[in-house]
């Protein structure tokens, strides 16, 4: 896929990962639909660094556990572009969440968000992403083969979203490529101490952790060059998922 006059709608793209993706893609000459939900000043200052690359970047601001969000979102994109391309589905909440602790309101908020935004965003967007002929991106997590007993929902959540990648992909083809990127170390919880992160680290057979610049690069490969990659789940995590 040619990127260059293209739109694509990042999610939660203010911050992180998110950002990363939205300035690499703009680099590559794509206009981007920024969203955010409650980082306003962090999703302008992204915006900023897309214009530098003479795209255009617009903000639109949604909270995604709302189920009227994504359609919403949706015809916002539409309406000011005029187009979509791609969907890069990035938002997600990271919570901690035990067996002993588990609530139903805290399990049901981070899979509307990590699991059942992305389809309704699919759902909405299939018509235009059919047109273009698109790509449809999840972010998905080394978490879901290696899940941690005390990040339940979260780690339940993108076990699902790599199912829903698999299925998306034989629902939208042959129009549409849909693709799983499935990151390991590449942006520290902001809560996890040097020993935590140095012990981690220490399970990469590379021996260090990514970056959401490295996130960001295999997004726009697949993009650019991933004419016949669909259904796929492609691990970014320095070998990890081979441990």
């Not at 980082?39 to 995604?64: H, P, Q, W």
């Not at 187009?83 to 509307?112: C, H, K, M, P």
């Not at 970056?211 to 990659?229: C, H, K, M, N, T």
């Amino acid at each position: 896929m040619e990127l260059k006059g293209r739109t694509a709608l990042i999610t939660g793209a203010a911050r992180r990962i998110g950002r990363a993706i939205a300035v690499e893609l703009a680099g590559c000459g794509c206009d981007v639909a920024i969203h955010y939900h409650s980082s306003a000043g962090d999703a302008e200052r992204t915006a900023d660094a897309c214009r530098k690359a003479g795209v255009r970047a617009e903000l639109f601001s949604a909270d995604l556990a709302d189920a009227g969000a994504p359609p919403r979102l949706v015809q916002q994109v539409l309406a000011a572009f005029g187009r979509l391309d791609v969907l890069i589905n990035n938002a997600s909440l990271f919570e901690v969440q035990t067996l002993d602790g588990w609530t139903a309101a805290a399990w049901e908020r981070v899979l509307r968000v990590n699991l059942t935004a992305p389809i309704a965003l699919a759902f909405e967007a299939r018509d235009a992403l059919r047109t273009a002929g698109g790509r449809i991106i999840n972010l998905c997590d080394a978490a879901a083969a290696r899940p941690w007993p005390d990040h339940l929902a979260y780690c339940v959540s993108k076990g699902a979203l790599e199912t829903l990648t698999r299925v998306l992909a034989r629902a939208l083809a042959p129009q549409v490529n849909v693709v799983g990127i499935a990151p390991g170390v590449a942006a520290w919880p902001e809560d996890y101490d040097e020993a935590t992160r140095r012990r981690l680290t220490q399970r990469i057979p590379l021996q260090r952790p990514g970056s959401p610049e490295d996130i960001a690069r295999a997004v726009a490969f697949v993009l650019r060059e991933g004419d016949y990659i669909n259904g796929s789940i492609i691990p970014i995590d320095g070998g990890r998922h081979i441990v």
